[in-house]
């Protein structure tokens, strides 16, 4: 079964930068959107920001003008640019990748990768 495989979570300072990367574990056939979630302890998984195949983007209020999402169509990759990061934003960081068969939506998950801001 494909798999989505994140990288780039970490430990940073408030204030900083981290990047984040997801790319399927094999060869698989075009996604569709694909987007970050994140969820804190405690919290309901929630959605960071997504991406259609044709560049159009959307995001949480909480992470606009601070993060960027970008995709590859080519490899079926994503990416999360997170700026000016808030230690609210600490959380694990999944990569989600939608494929449309007629009417049935498949949904690809990563395992996660941990986000952690320092005050």
């Known amino acids: 079964q494909v798999q989505l495989v994140e990288s780039g979570g970490g430990l940073v300072q408030a204030g900083g930068s981290l990047r984040l990367s997801c790319a399927p574990s094999?060869?698989?056939?075009?996604?569709?959107?694909m987007g970050w979630y994140r969820q804190a302890p405690g919290k309901q998984r929630e959605l960071v920001a997504v991406i259609s195949r044709g560049g159009s983007t959307n995001y949480a209020d909480s992470v606009k003008g601070r993060f960027s999402i970008s995709r590859d169509n080519a490899k079926n990759t994503v990416s999360l640019q997170m700026n000016s990061l808030k230690p609210e934003d600490t959380a694990v960081y999944y990569c989600?990748?939608?494929?449309?068969?007629?009417?049935?939506?498949?949904?690809?998950w990563g395992q996660g990768t941990q986000v952690t801001v320092s005050s």
């Open positions: 094999r060869s698989i056939f075009n996604l569709n959107a």
């Open positions: 989600n990748g939608k494929r449309q068969i007629l009417s049935t939506t498949y949904d690809y």
